[in-house]
């Protein structure tokens, strides 16, 4: 099964808007991750956070972690429609260097 | 820079062919992995390799076998392929200790019909 869950599956706002997404995964972690898929493309890397990090700023992009809850969220501030991707989160087991992703959140910003 | 590249882009294969996916990478890390990427289902990582000649197994290497010969290249082969492969393939590659981040490939859409 896969080592995170993200929530919820799909998101549509307005441009402008706030988008927060959510991550919920089972085991310790190093560090866990934030990525962009565009339609049929690759992943980009976002963002990451470690885990003695309680939040992280980058731009729009704002990531929370609570290691005690195992979770994360990942808030995007005034949205634009250029935003509208896949977001997944990823984790590492334990400094495995296996990193496993989540489900994904569908994201659609509406101009 | 090419960055992390995918050969084949798309395949098509009948049940019980076999085919190589290639992915190579121009940044020397030392981490490559493989996933495949289903429709609600996210990104599985099949098999991973943390160095040259290393491999391990991922959430879902049945099915699958991989080689690490040279640093730059991580090959992902199906030896009898099934129709529950087809998927789309992406590769990615990692500097691994101190800047964990992954640099994705573009993918590889494969059939199997």
């Keep these: ?111 | 820079n090419a960055g992390v590249t995918q050969t084949p882009k798309f395949r098509v294969l009948k049940t019980g062919q076999s085919m190589t996916l290639l992915c190579a990478q121009d940044m020397n890390h030392e981490y490559m992995y493989w996933y495949r990427q289903d429709p609600g289902m996210g990104l599985r990582l099949i098999h991973y390799s943390v160095g040259e000649g290393t491999t391990a197994k991922g959430e879902v290497p049945d099915g699958y076998n991989v080689s690490r010969l040279k640093k730059q290249n991580f090959l992902l082969g199906l030896e009898s392929a099934a129709p529950s492969q087809t998927s789309v393939y992406f590769c990615a590659s990692g500097e691994g200790q101190g800047d964990e981040k992954l640099f994705f490939g573009s993918g590889t859409q494969l059939s199997v019909l």
């Design chain 1, 1 to 111: 099964s896969q080592q995170g869950e993200e929530d919820p599956q799909a998101l549509s706002i307005q441009e402008g808007e706030n988008a927060t997404m959510n991550c919920s995964y089972k085991t310790s972690i190093n560090n866990l991750q934030w990525y962009r898929q565009n339609s049929g493309r690759g992943l980009v890397h976002l963002i990451l956070i470690r885990s003695n990090e309680r939040e992280k700023h980058s731009g729009r992009l704002r990531v929370t972690l609570d290691t005690s809850k195992k979770s994360s969220s990942l808030l995007i501030t005034a949205s634009r429609a250029a935003d509208t991707a896949s977001y997944f989160c990823a984790t590492d087991a334990s400094g495995t260097y296996k990193y496993i992703f989540g489900t994904g959140t569908r994201l659609k910003v509406l101009a």
